[in-house]
């Protein structure tokens, strides 16, 4: 699976964002996506997941009740929403693709993702 993130950029504190994942390749429809950030001298985090059936979702606390994610299987394509975004969550957004295709279990950890993206910079300002 081939993915490309983008859709991130500048914006205030309090604004939103959407985030997109492109995906070519394999059947981009088995597989569970992941969103993950990095900011500048952190560890990467997960942000949120979702099924590939987009039956479930996964949320990291920090970004619970704000951020949503959501697929269209038919464009192969994995959204973000990110709502009411502060300037903690600033970071490198990077989509990934679950190692196993069907898996029944969403996974936050970034070791159980085996495609990835090449990353968009989103930026909060105060």
């Known amino acids: 699976v081939q993915l490309q993130a983008s859709g991130g950029g500048l914006v205030q504190a309090g604004g939103s964002l959407r985030l997109s994942c492109a995906a070519s390749?394999?059947?981009?429809?088995?597989?569970?996506i992941g969103w993950f950030r990095q900011a500048p001298g952190k560890e990467r985090e997960f942000v949120a997941a979702i099924l590939w059936s987009a039956g479930s979702t996964e949320y990291a606390d920090s970004v619970k009740g704000r951020f949503t994610i959501s697929r269209d299987n038919g464009k192969n394509t994995v959204y973000l929403q990110m709502n009411s975004l502060k300037p903690e969550d600033t970071a490198v957004y990077y989509c990934?693709?679950?190692?196993?295709?069907?898996?029944?279990?969403?996974?936050?950890?970034?070791?159980?993702?085996?495609?990835w993206g090449q990353g968009t910079q989103v930026t909060v300002s105060s």
């Open positions: 990934a693709a679950d190692r196993a295709p069907w898996s029944i279990v969403i996974r936050s950890r970034a070791a159980s993702y085996d495609y």
């Open positions: 390749g394999r059947t981009f429809s088995n597989y569970n």
